[in-house]
Nanobody, 121 residues
Framework: QVQVVESGGGLVQAGESLRLSCAAS????????LGWYRQALGNQRELVATITTSGTTVYGDSVKDRFIVSRNNADNTVSLQMNSVKPEDTAVYYCLAKGRWTPSTYETTYWGRGTQVTVSS
């Protein structure tokens, strides 16, 4: 069983910063990619940022240069530092944990339940 639990959402004013955290756990599961997606009301889920075990990051175009993703491989946690937030960053933020059950080579993605981020103007 893999568990993915987000924390740190809330209400923040435009221009301020907010930090999200996510803890992933699962005995026998090797985590490869951790990261964040978001879904605003009426929109599709979109990429925010992902990071591999080696530290390679991918960012969505709308958050580049403002958000920073980081992870701790020792405890499979991933954080998202959100700087200079904008009202359009308002969304439910979902943590993803991708990896494989050892010794399988087939990759599976698990999702957290999401945490609401609301940015007021």
């Amino acid at each position: 069983q893999v568990q993915v639990v987000e924390s740190g959402g809330g209400l923040v004013q435009a221009g301020e910063s907010l930090r999200l955290s996510c803890a992933a756990s699962g005995r026998g599961f090797r985590f490869t990619v951790l990261g964040w997606y978001r879904q605003a009301l009426g929109n599709q889920r979109e990429l925010v940022a992902t990071i591999t075990t080696s530290g390679t990051t991918v960012y969505g175009d709308s958050v580049k240069d403002r958000f920073i993703v980081s992870r701790n491989n020792a405890d499979n946690t991933v954080s998202l530092q959100m700087n200079s937030v904008k009202p359009e960053d308002t969304a439910v933020y979902y943590c993803l944990a991708k990896g494989r059950w050892t010794p399988s080579t087939y990759e599976t993605t698990y999702w957290g339940r999401g945490t609401q981020v609301t940015v007021s103007s």
